[in-house]
């Protein structure tokens, strides 16, 4: 019992026995060593291989048998040639190509094609010249009234296109053995080069490779003359960006002017205010100075970059640009260090928090029903001039900006008879004795009159202070039974007032309501 082995020859499985298997694999060795491993050598073995696989094929259909043996080696290695016979055929000269031991097979050609190859696979196939073939077709065309076109049309369709060197040989008559698959490759070749060369040596190739080098060369012209037009032009942009962003900046830094002064997500920004003293609320002043030279380096250094590369790019004059970019970026480097330096030390200005809580019972044992007003605005006259912020809104009061917050009101439920108003202030500080101080400086006020009670509409921080998160929250606390009236101005302080009704806080004012055991209640008219 021998050993079988499975292979794959171009593409086909085949299973095979040992000794088979050892000879026709020192024989595939030997044309792999022979031919070589470029690619003219890999196209012929690749036909060899097409041509060996063929014949193995056509054995097993003759023979049925499922293994091909030692024999069938022989035989095709025979009918292929024995390398020994084509390695000595190389060395001679004109040795005409095997002919005569196979039947010729038709196939279309596709290599001498003027359509389908089908003439000149016929002409191949008779041994005549395919021009003669396509003259008679010609011919036949006319006179036939069209049948000899639907003819050629059957026969481009039913015969089969011959796509491997050895279907070609095929054609020709010749046996596809390994010289001539050899050769017929290599004179495909040689046929390529030379067309190749008779190509480049034509007058029409030089002419047009002169017209080609002379496009070429325009082409490059025009595009050269478009860069340098395209780069001054984007050069000349950086410029006015560069200037005008400069001169902005300058306008915003030390004359007064924002840059924002028109974008209304900001606020109202106007000549009124100096960027230098609306910061000076929320940075301390110590750390003013050295922050704003640091910005001014920051901010500007890149504009002036860019309005040198932009100037450079127009005017295509000479300097140390290595130079210049290392000291630009050295000053913006430091900048950028002293901004981070600056801002990290103002974060733990807010890392305590706390709240100072004032409460108050009014002295109004006989009210049964509250009033609660907005007091008047002392500051409506100096609002041409203001930058809103969240809760927040900065004025400018005799050319002087002054800080306003909005206070927040509730409405409780008393835990006694008395009506008690409760204000919460809250700040942020370094500490809890820096926040307590900052709380201090919160100035907030309220006035009573009878039954009315007169709320500011803002609360301030005094002269010079900082906003370190500062809050008022006030809150009413109403006896069960009470009532409190909310005038249609404190729209602008109330904020979230829980009752049954989940009335918004807007359709509360205006109206009167009553605390019951449930929490407030619209009450329509005091008569109820």
């Keep these: 019992m021998k050993k079988t082995f499975t292979i794959n020859i171009s593409g086909s499985v085949f299973h095979i026995d040992e000794d088979a298997y050892e000879k026709l694999q020192s024989y595939l060795h030997m044309l792999t060593g022979h031919f070589g491993s470029d690619a003219d050598g890999r196209e012929i073995l690749q036909d060899i291989e097409a041509r060996i696989s063929e014949l193995f094929s056509q054995k097993m259909q003759d023979e049925e048998k499922d293994v091909i043996i030692e024999p069938w080696v022989d035989e095709v290695i025979a009918r292929m040639g024995k390398p020994e016979d084509f390695i000595e055929a190389e060395e001679m000269e004109d040795v005409p190509p095997v002919s005569g031991t196979v039947k010729r097979r038709m196939y279309r050609d596709p290599d001498h094609r003027i359509l389908g190859g089908v003439c000149s696979g016929m002409g191949a196939y008779f041994n005549i010249d395919p021009v003669v073939l396509r003259i008679i077709f010609f011919v036949l065309f006319w006179m036939s009234a069209g049948i000899a076109l639907l003819v050629y049309i059957l026969l481009w369709i039913a015969v089969p296109k011959a796509k491997t060197t050895a279907q070609r040989l095929e054609m020709r008559g010749q046996e596809a053995t390994v010289s001539n698959i050899e050769k017929s490759i290599k004179e495909e070749v040689k046929e390529v080069k030379e067309s190749y060369k008779r190509f480049r040596e034509s007058d029409?190739?030089?002419?047009?490779?002169?017209?080609?080098?002379?496009?070429?060369?325009?082409?490059?012209?025009?595009?050269?003359?478009?860069?340098?037009?395209?780069?001054?032009?984007?050069?000349?942009?950086?410029?006015?960006?560069?200037?005008?962003?400069?001169?902005?900046?300058?306008?915003?830094?030390?004359?007064?002017?924002?840059?924002?002064?028109?974008?209304?997500?900001?606020?109202?920004?106007?000549?009124?205010?100096?960027?230098?003293?609306?910061?000076?609320?929320?940075?301390?002043?110590?750390?003013?100075?050295?922050?704003?030279?640091?910005?001014?380096?920051?901010?500007?250094?890149?504009?002036?970059?860019?309005?040198?590369i932009g100037t450079k790019m127009v005017f295509r004059f000479k300097s140390n640009n290595k130079m210049v970019f290392l000291a630009g970026l050295g000053v913006w480097l430091v900048a950028l260090i002293t901004v981070i330096t600056v801002s990290l030390s103002q974060i733990d200005d807010y890392s305590k928090r706390t709240t100072v809580s004032q409460s108050q019972v009014l002295d109004c044992q006989g009210c049964k029903t509250l009033y609660l007003e907005l007091g008047e605005d002392v500051y409506k006259d100096n609002y041409g001039y203001e930058m809103d912020l969240e809760r927040m809104k900065v004025i400018s009061e005799n050319g002087e900006p002054?800080?306003?917050?909005?206070?927040?009101?509730?409405?409780?439920?008393?835990?006694?008879?008395?009506?008690?108003?409760?204000?919460?202030?809250?700040?942020?500080?370094?500490?809890?004795?820096?926040?307590?101080?900052?709380?201090?400086?919160?100035?907030?006020?309220?006035?009573?009159?009878?039954?009315?009670?007169?709320?500011?509409?803002?609360?301030?921080?005094?002269?010079?202070?900082?906003?370190?998160?500062?809050?008022?929250?006030?809150t009413v606390k109403v006896p069960e039974g009470k009532t409190i009236y909310l005038g249609e101005e404190m729209v602008k302080i109330i904020y979230d007032i829980e009752n049954v009704s989940n009335t918004w806080d807007g359709d509360m004012v205006g109206k009167f309501w009553e605390m019951t055991r449930l929490g407030l209640e619209e009450k329509k008219s005091l008569a109820e």
């Design 402 to 474: 002054i800080l306003l917050g909005n206070p927040r009101l509730d409405v409780e439920k008393s835990n006694n008879n008395d009506f008690v108003i409760l204000i919460r202030k809250k700040s942020r500080g370094s500490s809890q004795e820096t926040a307590n101080q900052h709380v201090e400086d919160i100035v907030y006020n309220f006035t009573q009159k009878d039954s009315v009670l007169y709320f500011d509409p803002y609360y301030t921080l005094g002269t010079g202070k900082r906003w370190l998160g500062q809050e008022v929250d006030i």
């Design 204 to 308: 029409s190739y030089n002419k047009g490779r002169e017209h080609v080098s002379r496009f070429g060369e325009v082409t490059y012209n025009i595009l050269k003359v478009t860069l340098k037009v395209l780069v001054i032009l984007f050069g000349a942009l950086l410029i006015f960006v560069g200037f005008f962003g400069l001169v902005s900046f300058i306008a915003s830094m030390f004359v007064g002017h924002s840059l924002m002064s028109a974008a209304p997500w900001v606020g109202h920004w106007g000549p009124e205010f100096h960027m230098p003293e609306v910061v000076n609320f929320f940075i301390a002043p110590g750390s003013m100075t050295i922050l704003m030279i640091a910005v001014a380096f920051l901010v500007g250094i890149p504009l002036l970059a860019i309005l040198f």
